[in-house]
């Protein structure tokens, strides 16, 4: 394919809504985020949607558990 008619494709393009600018790394990565339950530290286990999928207990812990899922952890402050 030319550059020419990749920037046409890319021009045509519909604008993305904010459902599918979300659904963007759904299956690729997920967020952790420190939090604290009943005055205990904690991680909250986020997908890249926002979506609270889980709560574990240590940082190592929810990044191992992300990968074990085969997903990339970033860390949210």
């Known amino acids: ?6 920037n046409k494709s890319f ?3 519909h604008p993305l809504s904010s459902q599918d600018f979300a ?3 759904v299956d690729l990565m ?3 985020k420190p939090i604290s339950i009943e005055g205990n530290p904690g991680f909250a286990i986020h997908a890249a949607d926002g ?3 889980t709560v ?3 940082r190592a812990n929810a990044f191992a558990t992300v990968r074990r899922h085969e997903m ?3 860390s949210v402050h």
């Open 1 to 6: 394919m030319n550059m020419s008619a990749m």
């Open 11 to 13: 021009v045509s393009a």
């Open 23 to 25: 659904a963007f790394g």
């Open 30 to 32: 997920a967020y952790v």
């Open 51 to 53: 979506t609270q999928l």
């Open 56 to 58: 574990v207990v240590g």
């Open 72 to 74: 990339q952890p970033v």
